[in-house]
């Protein structure tokens, strides 16, 4: 478990995560203090400095996974993905390797307002992955890998649905430094996910 200084920033980025990616997360809140448990995985750094060049590394699988986890950071305003903020949690199966990318830090949700921020292709550090994604998919895999991450979290959504609205009402009524709402830009970036149900 990680004890943290809470803001309001981090505790909606843990909730959101929680909701909305394929990713469960326990913690704790308590005034200001919040308690973190533990994500399990490479860090990404070190993922890319050590993993990228293992002879059995599943490539597509990799960037695929990569595709999903841009979406993710994206669809809900989590920011400041870089290498170091993230882990890479490997699952090897009897015949293939599963690749799982999850957000360590939330302090940065809904915290910029520069679109590239909430986006981890942009991060010189994460570059080695995304060339990977560059000489191994097509614009038309990639469409397809987002669409499918897009529609599942629109899914994720549907199922929480009244968590979500309780959450996002609270982000709406919570005004940030130079900003009216980010909850609002959140939830405006939700609802362009697809209609699913």
């Known amino acids: 478990f990680y004890v943290k200084r809470g803001d309001a920033s981090r505790v909606y980025g843990l909730e959101l995560e929680h909701i909305l990616s394929p990713n469960r997360i326990d913690f704790l809140v308590d005034g200001d203090t919040v308690v973190e448990e533990h994500i399990a995985g490479i860090p990404g750094d070190e993922f890319i400095r050590s993993w990228l060049a293992d002879e059995h590394l599943n490539e597509i699988r990799l960037a695929k996974e990569f595709v999903k986890f841009n979406e993710r950071c994206f669809?809900?305003?989590?920011?400041?993905?870089?290498?170091g903020n993230y882990v890479v949690d490997i699952t090897p199966d009897f015949d293939d390797t599963h690749y799982r990318i999850r957000a360590i830090d939330f302090d940065q949700q809904t915290h910029k307002g520069r679109m590239r921020a909430y986006l981890p292709q942009y991060y010189r550090q994460n570059n080695p992955i995304v060339f990977l994604g560059m000489k191994c998919m097509t614009q038309e895999t990639f469409a397809q890998y987002r669409q499918e991450e897009l529609t599942l979290i629109a899914t994720r959504a549907l199922d929480e649905k009244s968590r979500l609205d309780a959450l996002l009402d609270v982000?709406?009524?919570?005004?940030?430094?130079?900003?009216e709402s980010m909850g609002e830009l959140v939830k405006a970036s939700l609802e362009l996910l697809p209609k699913v149900g």
């Open 75 to 83: 669809s809900r305003l989590l920011g400041d993905m870089h290498a």
């Open 171 to 179: 982000m709406c009524a919570d005004r940030f430094h130079h900003c």
